[in-house]
């Protein structure tokens, strides 16, 4: 494996936990979650929406998400996805995992 | 979704795809609009921030995990099209596969049936069988007695039955006489086998005790539907085998007939019924009465032992098994001399696997098998070879456009698999046309190696078939389709195009591998043609051989006496009728009667004792025996060198004389000249030799000719009931008299059934059938390698030849003589050819040894097979090379030089 497909990986991992929190509070369409990440990160993650949609198929084929064509606010019909009860416990083993990782990395940048 | 509801939901998940992407760029040009962008502005802002839609959605197909299978039917789709565009190419590669992949399919139809599939019973793998290995060969009969005696140690666990061999019965059902197979086989033997009925019951224990006491049968499934409609009443019914009534108690369960491989058994009856069905095959006889039944006599053994056990229990069984013949040996021995006992202290026995059931056939065809199985393998890599070098050809002519989709960034692995999924797609084609070849090609297989009588196996597509088929199509199309794969992935772009709007494009890799598959084409196919030049000559001189009697002169008709219900009262008369009927055929110029027919298979054998003379330890001393009727040498042809022929007066009453070969007068009285000595069965000489006969072989041509001796019939009177050859000398041609004497003879005794009359020399051809079909089928499929090759060597040399068009444009304007430029071209065929009959040769010598044991009378380096082989290599290349070669004298210099 080179070192370009790990930073991928990690890339991937952290857009895949992105997507999960977003969509944890209610089910959305994806072109709501790219707006509602925009939101969140002010911007500051560039996620270039052409690869929102290949990591919700993934996360969909994984069971963590369960995608469902429902009507929009204007009556158009979208595909919304929510979190599932496995994607839900996969959320909280990454968000633990992530605070683990910061307060880890704090101390260990702290200590000098 | 699971990946398998993916697979299938591939349509609906493309369309929603789709809508999923069209709600975005809506949604997102919607807001841009609404935030003041222009219409046309916001379109293209909201579809460059999602990136291409076309490289979204191949992300989101990868995602689903289904890639590769879009891919293959893709590439499938693309495989077919581009086969579709050069149908001469396809027909070409599917004809040439067809013919290998049928080949070997049907070879393993026949091998499979022969030597893989088990019997369709209980756990096959738990049978087994006796065999007795002696200093004179293995045997697989036992006497009744002595099977009573192996069954009393059985561990426990472990049973043991026994069986007869399944010969021809005449069954009668309502008056209607028709030939059956049928088996004596004793009680437990369906138990054993673990075989149950559909109807009323198979035998048990309590039907096999007394001898002649047990009339009642089984029959098989098949021959329930056959016969008697699948009728509920046959139990309880009537038949008659043999001329003896038996009760139909059962029927065995459908797919049981018995377990013989070639030999289908229709009808069983208890082994204790052996002298009412008249059964007298297969047997070592030893001081045996025939008027009383073989069940209790110990010289008669003719049962073939058949049992079970856990593979745990089996040397425990082995173990008390051969205790009881070492015991026996001891106990028969114990008058004996030492010699004697030291040869019958050799004697083995040893429990075989019968999972696979039994075969004559196996035994017959496990040689020639064994090398048409390797010749049809050697067929499929030169037709391998051959299409490896058309699709490098073609994909030559590809190069431009696989150079043009290679920059246009299609990856080399992608190509790769997609030339591969062309091979494949041929390869799958082919074998699926492969299937008929095989079938046909299974049973004139069968039919050259079988007499010409019906198809003794039974050859169905079932799903082993199929699944060779398709292991080895696969295979097929990555051996031909891998090595042109991997050239066109290392393609050389630059190379490519330089050479870019030419046809043929010049690239030494792909000319030096051609060549190379070229050349081994040629050496796999001489390999093959020598061979079956080598087993065509030895076939040759099989049937040059001497029998020591008249072959094509002598008619030899079959008769089957004890099928019809002759009593052994009515037989001399009946003979002295059936030779008068024959003798008065016109064509007919002389009658014989022998217990031994010539070239009928079977013989007797005696030990003789020579006064004065010490016996060697026993088999030495056996000859054969035949009691032949009195014009039976001048008959048949049999030359007489010393002494007088029987006359007349050598009847009943007379003192016994008898007629030696040269062979017995060499081996038993040291010289040639024994008219006059005497010798016997045992102390007592009752014998005068009287004349000397020249050897003979009675049987096979394969044989050296063994000493035999001739008695008069009339003086062996209780033999009468053996005879099943009436034989004929004619002087007109055979297969007309031949049909005079059938019709005679049914006109004549209507009862009795004729099987065939055919000549001698018929008989023994037979006999030859083992190395006949081995050069037959090595012969035609010699060809077939060598057209292949032929094929492969045109293509390499035409492609040459159009690749240095230049070159030879260029010689032409010099002023070179077209002719050179003919002979430049076959110069070239020639040392292709010479490289390949220089592989083939060591080929041939690597792999003489199969050849061993089919072989007669040639040297498997025969100069003759190997010079004819070579030849006809050469014509190939030859005529491979005469169309490129008038095509190289033919360049327009003008046209050449201007393509450049």
Redesign the interface.
Known sequence: MNPDERRTDILQGMLDLVILKTVSSEPLHGYGIAQRIRLITAERFRIPQGSLYPALHRLENKGLLRGEWMPTATGREAKFYRLTAKGRRQLDTEIAGWRDLAATMTLVLGST | ?GLIG?LFARRRLER??D???R??L???TRDLVASGVDPAEARRQARL????VE??KE??R????TRWLDDLAADTRYALRMLRKAPGFTAAAIVTLALGIGANTAVFSVADALFLRHLPVERPTELFHFRRSTPVGPDTRFSAPAFRRYQAVLPSGVQLAGMGTTVGMYLVVDQAPERVAAQLVSGNWFQTLGVRSVRGRVFGPDDDRIADGHPVAVLSHQLWTRRFGGSDSVVGRTIRLNGAAFTVIGVAEPGFSGVGVERRTEVWVPAAMQRAVKYYFNANMNDVDNDKSWVDQDGASWLTLLGRAEPALLVEAENRFATVLRREITEATAQADSAVRALRAQERLTLEPAARGFSDLRDDLGTPLRLVIIIVGLVLLVACANLAGLLLARNTARAHEIAVRMSLGAIGGRLLRQVLTESLVLAILGGAVSLAVATIGGTALLRAAADGGPNPLDLRLDWRLGSFVAGISLLTGIAFGLPPALRVARTDLYDAFRSSGRVVSGNRGHAALGRRLVIGQIGLSLAIVVVAGVLVRSVQSLLAVDPGYDRAEVLSARIDVRGAGYQPADLPALYNRLEATIASVPGVSATALSTMGLASGSSASSSVEVPGKPRAPDWDNDVQVNAVSIGFLDATGIRLLKGRTFALSDGPKAPKVAIVTRAMARRFFETEDAVGLRFGYDKDPVFEVIGIVEDLRPNRLQDEPPPMMFLPLAQTGENFDYIYNVMARVHRDPAQVGAAVKAALTAAEPGLPVREIVTLGTLLERGVRQEQMASRVSGIFGILAALLAAVGLYGILSYSVARRTNELGVRLALGAAPGRLRLLVIGDSMRLVGAGVGLGLVLVMASLGLLRGLVHGVSPRDPIAVGTAVALLVTVGLAAAALPAWRASRVDPVEALRRD
Do not use: I, K, N, Y
Request: net charge negative; proline share 0%.
């Open positions: 979704m993916r929603e795809l809508a999923e992407l709600f975005h809506e949604q997102h921030a999602l990136g291409g490289q979204v992300a989101a990868d995602v689903r995990g």
